[in-house]
């Protein structure tokens, strides 16, 4: 089979499956691993399929992937933008983490850290850091999702709202070309806006596949955070407003 073929039917296998291994792709195509790579690369520059750690996918602008699968998607990625992240974070201080699995990396990075205040809507940032005996981690009340481990619901914002934090550690799951920030769930993005009125600093993280990934509910704009965290230089339009609103960039890759 040649490449024009292959790649049309990784793409069509990605859109019966949502998510498929490159393993799976080199024992159904009977190449190699590095081939299978080549033309997941390809078809991502050309936004057929979403390249993910291990495979690929597909994007939808109602339904967020799975949370296993992005836990180890970009995970390296993650893991420099997190030492980045921390890096301006000093000892004793207060923060808010909201939900994500890059927020989860940077709490994992946190532990070196001392006496750090910590609000978190998200039980897995709280199980990380509550092995810190010199730090104090409050959760937020609400409801919690099976799926990933957030608490969300007007309970929770107005928990949120009792503070004032020096930091405001948000993730996010797609920023639009005009720089708006995007996220799947209303009211995942209801708490995050109130972390994002109650901190001092607001630190956006996110990879480079979270630009131009779509998602149905807006949470803000890129202008509102006071540093952005990411792994590749954005496209020059993302450039033009963080210049134009004075928001730092630090670039990881």
């Known amino acids: 089979m040649g490449q024009v073929s292959r790649q049309a039917k990784i793409v069509e296998m990605v859109k019966e499956?949502?998510?498929?291994?490159?393993?799976?792709?080199?024992?159904?195509?009977?190449?190699?691993?590095?081939?299978?790579?080549?033309?997941?690369?390809?078809?991502?520059?050309?936004?057929?399929?979403?390249?993910?750690?291990?495979g690929a996918g597909l994007d939808s602008s109602t339904e967020n992937t799975s949370y296993n699968?992005?836990?180890?998607?970009?995970?390296?990625?993650?893991?420099?933008?997190?030492?980045?992240?921390?890096?301006?974070?000093?000892?004793?201080?207060?923060?808010?983490?909201?939900?994500?699995t890059?927020?989860?990396?940077?709490?994992?990075?946190?532990?070196?850290?001392?006496?750090?205040q910590v609000v978190t809507n998200n039980l897995n940032v709280a199980s990380i850091l509550?092995?810190?005996?010199?730090?104090?981690?409050?959760?937020?009340?609400?409801?919690?999702?099976?799926?990933?481990?957030?608490?969300?619901?007007?309970?929770?914002?107005?928990?949120?709202?009792?503070?004032k934090m020096d930091y405001g550690i948000i993730g996010i799951s797609g920023i639009d070309g005009d720089g708006s920030l995007l996220d799947f769930d209303y009211q995942e993005v209801r708490i995050a806006q109130a972390i994002m009125e109650n901190s001092r600093n607001v630190f956006l993280a996110a990879d480079?596949?979270?630009?131009?990934?779509?998602?149905?509910?807006?949470?803000?704009?890129?202008?509102?955070?006071?540093?952005?965290?990411?792994?590749r230089k954005p496209v020059k339009n993302i450039l033009n407003i963080l210049n134009e609103h004075n928001v730092c960039l630090d670039v990881t890759g």
Do not use: W, Y
Request: net charge positive.
């Open 17 to 54: 499956q949502g998510f498929v291994t490159i393993e799976h792709f080199v024992n159904f195509f009977k190449v190699t691993p590095q081939t299978i790579r080549r033309d997941l690369n390809q078809l991502a520059e050309q936004n057929q399929i979403r390249r993910h750690h291990g």
């Open 208 to 231: 480079h596949t979270k630009f131009g990934r779509s998602a149905m509910v807006r949470l803000g704009n890129i202008k509102q955070a006071d540093r952005l965290f990411t792994d």
């Open 102 to 116: 890059t927020t989860e990396t940077i709490a994992r990075a946190l532990l070196n850290h001392q006496g750090l």
């Open 69 to 100: 699968t992005r836990k180890i998607s970009q995970l390296e990625e993650k893991q420099r933008i997190a030492q980045a992240v921390v890096s301006h974070i000093p000892d004793h201080a207060s923060l808010f983490i909201n939900i994500g």
């Open 130 to 163: 509550s092995n810190k005996e010199d730090f104090n981690v409050i959760i937020a009340g609400g409801m919690v999702r099976s799926r990933d481990g957030g608490i969300v619901g007007e309970a929770t914002r107005d928990f949120i709202g009792q503070f």
